[in-house]
């Protein structure tokens, strides 16, 4: 499987934005469901955002209305737009193809980038 590769993270001010972009490869990019999860120091990787199959979107309830996931398959690119930054949102960032199963489960995707920092200040 190709491995995804993040960008974009970095330090934000609380209340800024940030846009993280995860590109693949692979002629099937455009037919993938792709997803964003997250992962703070002392916890469990956790789910973001989704973009799933026929275009659906998938947001946990904690960025909702904040956050945004789209894709370019032109490009081979999934970003996550990164609106109203509060400290909480600190963690790595991490993008995966999707598999099989629950959007929500990190166990439901088989391929994982190296994760990208996203720091907010308060």
């Known amino acids: 499987q190709v491995q995804p590769v993040e960008s974009g993270g970095g330090l934000v001010q609380a209340g800024g934005s940030l846009r993280l972009s995860c590109t693949t490869s692979?002629?099937?990019?455009?037919?993938?469901?792709m997803g964003w999860f997250r992962q703070a120091p002392g916890k469990e990787r956790e789910f973001v955002a989704a973009?799933?199959?026929?275009?659906?979107?998938y947001y946990a309830d904690s960025v909702k209305a904040r956050f945004t996931i789209s894709r370019d398959n032109a490009k081979n690119t999934v970003y996550l737009q990164m609106n109203s930054l509060k400290p909480e949102d600190t963690a790595v960032y991490y993008c995966?193809?999707?598999?099989?199963?629950?959007?929500?489960?990190?166990?439901?995707?088989?391929?994982w980038g190296q994760g990208t920092q996203v720091t907010v200040s308060s």
């Open positions: 973009l799933g199959w026929r275009g659906l979107l």
């Open positions: 692979g002629r099937t990019f455009s037919n993938r469901a």
């Open positions: 995966a193809g999707h598999s099989s199963g629950s959007y929500y489960d990190p166990d439901s995707y088989g391929s």
